[in-house]
């Protein structure tokens, strides 16, 4: 008798590490935008000045992953992303939406259905108009994306933010 075959779509279970807390993107909790379809993403605060400032995680889901079984390129450059964005916020202090003007990606290594991946901001240049990273996305202690990310800083310090809900 065969054994049985998994589903492949089944989930596999997050347990993010100590200290990461599920990212809310919605501000009203009712709005579903396309950061909320990738999977549940985790954040985490460190020590402001050091590379932990802000680290995004997400477990590999079967989902998430291409036909040979590897996370999908378009999930990797969708966290790199959010993680330029927010991590620049978080390292800077903006506090404002920065949209991506123009983003590199180098897929270094796979990563497989359960792995913990996080992602890392390391800001570069901020200017009147724009602000420069390097995002890494890590297995452990391996490297499995490089990004560079150039962001629009905009000027009016409200730009970005979304209209208060009605109440």
């Not at 993107?25 to 990738?38: C, E, L, M, Q």
């Not at 993680?83 to 897929?107: C, W």
């Not at 901020?126 to 000027?155: C, D, Y």
Request: aromatic residues 8%; positive net charge; proline residues 9%.
């Amino acid at each position: 008798m065969d054994a049985p075959v998994s589903n492949p779509a089944a989930s596999v279970a997050e347990n993010p590490p100590p200290g990461f807390r599920p990212i809310n993107f919605s501000r009203d909790g009712t709005r579903a935008d396309f950061n909320t379809h990738v999977g549940t993403l985790y954040g985490k605060r460190g020590e402001k000045g050091t590379p932990d400032a802000f680290v995004m995680g997400f477990r590999v889901q079967p989902h998430m992953c291409n036909p040979v079984g590897g996370l999908h390129g378009g999930m990797m450059m969708t966290v790199a992303d959010l993680v330029a964005g927010m991590g620049t916020n978080v390292h800077t202090g903006l506090r404002r939406f920065l949209p991506t003007v123009n983003m590199t990606f180098d897929f270094v290594a796979p990563a497989r259905v359960g792995d913990w991946v996080e992602g890392r901001c390391e800001v570069v240049r901020v200017t009147r108009n724009l602000a420069f990273a390097h995002i890494f996305l890590t297995v452990g202690e391996r490297r499995i994306l490089r990004a560079s990310s150039i962001m629009k800083v905009p000027s009016d310090p409200a730009a970005g933010r979304a209209p208060p809900a009605k109440s």
